[in-house]
């Protein structure tokens, strides 16, 4: 852990504040709620079920105990109902705005419903933290803002164009919270998550993220599909830096970090093929066996992919104090060995 952030948690331990986590029954979201309450903070929690889960909750009281649990407090509905966000946000003195429909496919297939939830909703929190006097809002953005931009490491500054929906909607987010810092003066911070991975990751499904899907595969003994020919990379981002980039941001008192943009991620690139040869160890280290399918099927392209990813971090570590904990050999370790003990399938690792 930094030292910066170690500060963060110290100060917030000794000088609580009063959180709103939209979304905060998804993946992202539930971890954010469980560094908070560990930490001693009161939460307000917004999520309508979409895509985040009562389980997810659940994961989170049974490791913070009945007693912190107490401080939480969860909104049911959604981000694009104002009156809602405007009694979540009373009183509020930071907002960690995670709530959206993720996936590029997802998007492409559907971008009514991405567009209604990650630029209506985006924009309905933002009015009413600005109205309601919010000391502090962070907001998730992605990478896939960077678009058609191949040149790496990707830096904040220099992006292309939008290569789906949901990179529409994430570039959208980023253009109102720059405008609300000009019109309203109201200061904002947007988060440039890459390929975040970590445990409670939804597995199952059509748009399922990478690694939960093939951990899962993996695990059921069933043959890891690749789209494409396993040579397109990605800065894959263990939740622990998320959950650590997220705090920094909302506690960030230094004015020069305020109303920017932030590359989240390890800074490390890793092809799908050598990711399955990492998962693959993972498999042989937590089961004690060697996974049933050796070899994986490459499938055709998808459309919106981007071929490359890996971030500068650096305006992240100057302005933020951010500094990964978990490069990827050790956020997979840990996710691997989560996936398994918790799979309804078999017993827990011994």
Known sequence: MSKDYQKVRDQLVSEPKIWLVTGVAGFIGSHLLEELLLLGQRVIGVDNFATGYRHNLGHVRSSVGEEKWQQFVLFEGSVTDFDLCLKAVKGVDCVLHQAALGSVPRSIDNPLDSNKANIDGFLTVLVAAKNSGVKSFVYASSSSVYGDEERLPKREEIIGKP???????????????????????????????????????????????????????????????????????????????????????????????????????????????????????????????????????????????????????????????????????????KTFSWFYANDPGRTTVS
């Open 163 to 333: 290569l789906s929906p949901y990179a529409v909607t994430k570039l959208v987010n980023e253009i109102y919270a720059e405008n609300f810092a000009q019109v309203y003066g109201f200061p904002t911070i947007g988060l440039r998550y890459f390929n975040v991975f970590g445990p409670r990751q939804d597995p199952d499904g059509a748009y399922a993220a990478v690694i939960p899907r093939w951990i899962k595969q993996l695990i059921d003994g069933r043959q890891v599909q690749i789209f494409g020919d396993g040579k397109t990379s990605r800065d894959f981002c263990y939740i622990a830096n998320i959950v650590q980039a997220n705090i920094l941001a909302c506690c960030a008192d230094n004015q020069q970090a305020k109303n920017k943009v932030y590359n989240i991620a390890v800074g490390e690139s890793t092809s799908l093929v050598e990711l399955y040869n990492y998962l693959s160890e993972c498999y042989s280290e937590v089961a004690r066996k060697k996974p049933a399918q050796s070899e994986p099927a490459f499938m055709d392209f998808r459309p919106g992919d981007v071929r490359h990813s890996l971030a500068n971090i650096e305006r992240a570590k100057e302005l933020l104090g951010y500094q990964p904990s978990e490069n990827v050999c050790e956020g997979l370790k």
